[in-house]
Structures are given as C-alpha cells and as structure tokens.
C-alpha cells in the first residue's frame, strides 16, 4: 500500500508533464505553420468595413454568425469570388497587440491591396487584435505586418443558407451561398431538380453567388462542391413556390 502512495502521485506528474509537453508541442506546430502577410482595416473603426461587398452578402456581415469579424482580400485570397467564404486566422506581434490570433472570413474584394498576401480587416477585426486600449494606436499604424494560417469555418448550429437574387424567376435561379463550415468556399454548386435524374450545373457569377437557367419546376436541390472536393447536399432546400429575394436555410452543413 504504502508503494502505491509513493508512486501514483509521480505518475500523475509525470502524465502532468507529458500532457503539458504535449501541448506546448502541438501550440508551436500550430503557430509554426503562420504565413507573413499585411493588414490593413477599412469602413468603420468599429463597423464590418462592408455590406457584404463583392462576396454578395450583403448586411449578413454585421449579424451573426459573421459578427463583423471579416476581411476584404486582394487577389490571392478572393480568387475572382471563388475565395469568399473561407477562414482565417491572422495575428500581429506589434507592441499595441495581443498576440493572440483572431478569425476572419473572406466577404469582399481589395484590388487595390498590395503585397502578396494582403487582408482589408475590418475595423472590429483589427480591433481585436489589439490589447485593452491599443485598438486606435493599433488602427492608426497603416500598413502593419501579420501573421496568417487557413482554418476550417464553425459557425456553431447555423446550416447553410442560400439567398435567392431579386432577379430570378421561375426560369431562372441565381442564389448566394452562406455559412458553410468546413472549407467556406466552393468550386461548384448544382442545381438537382426533384422531377428530373439531371443535375442542372450552375454558373459562377459573382462572389458567393451562383445561377443557372432552370426546368422543370420546383422544389430543387442543391449539390455543394467545397475548394478540396468535399461535397454536400441540401434536400429540396429550394421549394415550391419560392420567391425572389427570400433566404431559404437547409438543415444540414459541412
């Protein structure tokens, strides 16, 4: 008994100290796959910087789960719109800056960013890098150099939704894509009519917005195809009688 007094506590520090190691080593293997990039902030120094802008989201930016806490992105992260919708987290080790990172998803366009890797943040984004107290010094910079990685998006039980364009009718479907977790952007969208076995493949038009010529008649499906190939369906998410400018949301998600 008195043994097993002796050992059970330098097992437990022992499991304390590889637990520990553990942890250290996977936060440096995260931090170690950080990118150098740029920052800058527009629109507001609290605001969402945009309306949605080139990404077709329109006010959904400011409201959950987007939160305002997203980012414009010069040509390689906006990839002609089909980059809308992924995440990123950036961080800044400036002295008025937390150090921490802070996730951001791609809802608008900068070509006028320069650099390689530019990020547009809003100001509630660039905001939250910043310490207690910082955010203007932060803000006040320009130019400031940061940190980024790709990460998957969670947006914690929201489903995708898919907003239909005031310009579509009963011949013409054109919808903007919302809120997929996982890899946020798409490389295909299908429009699956539920009287016909043929998928009807839609175009890409703007940002997150996608749209096709359409027959026979409601209610449709729509087959999601992610950057890294990762597909999904949502169920008759379009259904009969659906009207322009409605936001019709699924019940499932990446």
């Known amino acids: 008994m008195g043994y097993n007094v002796i050992i059970l506590p330098f097992l437990a520090l022992c499991l304390l100290q590889y637990c520990t190691y553990a942890h250290v080593k996977s936060l440096n293997a995260s931090i170690s796959s950080f ?15 945009s309306e949605g802008g080139a990404c077709g989201y329109t006010d959904a930016v400011s409201k959950p789960p987007f939160n305002s806490f ?11 719109g089909l980059g809308c919708g992924a995440c990123y987290q950036v961080l800044c080790k400036l002295a008025p800056c937390t150090g921490r990172p802070v996730t951001v998803t791609i809802t608008d366009e900068c070509p006028g960013c320069s650099g390689s890797i530019h990020f547009d943040l ?9 310490k207690p107290g910082q955010a203007n010094a932060l803000r006040n910079i320009g130019n400031i150099p940061i940190s980024y990685q790709r990460v998957p998006c969670h947006y914690q039980n929201w489903k995708i939704a898919f907003k239909v364009d005031q310009g579509s009718n009963p011949n013409f479907l054109s919808v903007n894509v919302e809120f997929q977790n996982g890899d946020g952007d798409l490389s295909l969208v299908e429009f699956l ?9 839609a175009n890409h038009v703007f940002g997150a917005t996608w749209s096709s010529n359409i027959n026979p008649a409601a209610p449709y499906s729509i087959r999601l195809t ?12 379009i259904p009969v009688g659906w009207q322009p400018g409605r936001t019709y949301r699924s019940n499932v998600n990446f």
């Open 122 to 130: 809003s100001g509630t984004a660039m905001g939250a890098l910043a």
């Open 193 to 201: 009519p539920a009287r016909s076995n043929q998928a009807i493949r």
């Open 35 to 49: 990118q150098p990039a740029v920052a800058t902030f527009y629109g507001p120094p609290t605001g969402a910087g």
């Open 70 to 80: 997203i980012s414009a992105g010069n040509g390689p992260l906006f990839k002609k």
């Open 226 to 237: 992610t950057g890294s190939n990762k597909k999904l369906t949502a169920t008759n998410v």
